[in-house]
């Protein structure tokens, strides 16, 4: 099945400065979604942007689509120490199929006060 | 306070000792589905559900029992579990809707097979 995956694996910045993560894919997809999950708990929803969107903005997250390298990018502006957690994207397929989401391993983010 | 609520939260089993995880959600959602968290591994789906009394299975079923007989309950069932099921699990469910299927997760459970 098709999966997301996130690039770094770790990443360790500042308090204040922006964090920028990658995920790839392999088939093409409906939407992309990213999710956080604070350590040992459930995920949470943090964006989503379909197949036809090149941009989305919430708050102090941007996240960019280009379909036709496959990929996808999470920008979060101004970092807090709150943002430390770890961070998927998880691909909804468009083969019609109707299993859900395939998740990527993760990104885990840690924020230096 | 809409919700995906696991029980238990914490479970420590012995090889064989057949034991059921439990996921309610009160709103009325279609979709339900267990993941399974492994380290360097990521989430993968074990089964999913579209609706009541429709299951089907994910990436990695074996091992695994669920049902679906009422919309906000999706029970899951280890007949005889062995030590490669410890693990993270999490219940999530979606209203499937035009909006995509944003998933809401459950706090998670984390099985422990001795």
């Known amino acids: 099945s098709q999966q997301g995956e996130e690039d770094p694996q770790a990443l360790s910045i500042q308090e204040g400065e922006n964090a920028t993560m990658n995920c790839s894919y392999k088939t093409s997809i409906n939407n992309l979604q990213w999710y956080r999950q604070n350590s040992g708990r459930g995920l949470v929803h943090l964006i989503l942007?379909?197949?036809?969107?090149r941009e989305k903005h919430s708050g102090r997250l941007r996240v960019t689509l280009d379909t036709s390298k496959k990929s996808s990018s999470l920008l979060i502006t101004a970092s807090r120490a709150a943002d430390t957690a770890s961070y998927f994207c998880a691909t909804d397929g468009s083969g019609g199929g109707a299993d859900g989401l395939t998740f990527g391993k993760g990104t885990h983010l840690i924020i230096q006060p | 306070e809409a919700q995906v609520t696991q029980n238990p939260r914490y479970l420590i089993t012995v090889t064989g000792k057949k034991l059921t995880v439990t996921c309610s959600q009160n709103m009325n959602h279609e979709y339900m589905s267990w993941y399974r968290q492994d380290p360097g591994l990521g989430l993968r789906q074990i089964y999913y559900s579209m609706n009541v009394e429709v299951t089907d299975k994910g990436d990695v079923p074996e091992g695994y029992k669920v049902s679906r007989k009422e919309k906000r309950n999706f029970p899951l069932i280890l007949e005889s579990p062995s030590p490669n099921q410890t693990s993270l699990y999490f219940c999530?469910?979606?209203?499937?809707?035009?909006?995509?299927?944003?998933?809401?997760f459950g706090a998670g459970t984390r099985l422990s097979v001795l």
């Open positions: 999530a469910s979606s209203p499937l809707n035009l909006a995509g299927n944003i998933q809401y």
């Open positions: 942007i379909r197949s036809n969107e």
